[in-house]
């Protein structure tokens, strides 16, 4: 059982930045890829990038290419996600989840676990 928190949500003018952060419970936490996924109001939630297990390997979706990081602490169970540039569309809840190791990164489905969400507001 994983169980995840997320936290580094706020308020932030466009061209800002915010380092989100995803904690996990549990010490199989280290065998799971994780992504990160946003819902803005009125729209279906949509991928915005993963990460392996191990860290190794990085796939986001193009909206956010360039702008958005994901990086991994598997010692201290934590999954970031660094947005910079960030834009007034960036503005939903973001989420994040733990899947066991799957190439279909990109599909919701596939995350067993999910934390309870952190908002995002990017003013204009």
């Known amino acids: 059982q994983v169980q995840l928190v997320e936290s580094g949500g706020g308020l932030v003018q466009a061209g800002g930045s915010l380092r989100l952060s995803c904690l996990a419970s549990?010490?199989?936490?280290?065998?799971?890829?994780t992504g990160w996924f946003r819902q803005a109001p009125g729209k279906e939630r949509e991928f915005v990038g993963y990460?392996?297990?191990?860290?190794?390997?990085?796939y986001y979706a193009d909206s956010v290419k360039g702008r958005f990081t994901i990086t991994r602490d598997n010692a201290k169970n934590t999954v970031y996600l660094q947005m910079n540039s960030l834009k007034p569309e960036d503005t939903a809840i973001y989420y994040c989840?733990?899947?066991?190791?799957?190439?279909?990164?990109?599909?919701?489905?596939?995350?067993?676990?999910w934390g309870q969400g952190t908002q995002v507001t990017v003013s204009s």
């Open positions: 989840a733990a899947a066991v190791p799957t190439i279909v990164v990109a599909t919701a489905g596939e995350y067993d676990y």
């Open positions: 990460i392996s297990w191990s860290g190794g390997t990085t």
């Open positions: 549990g010490r199989t936490f280290r065998r799971y890829d």
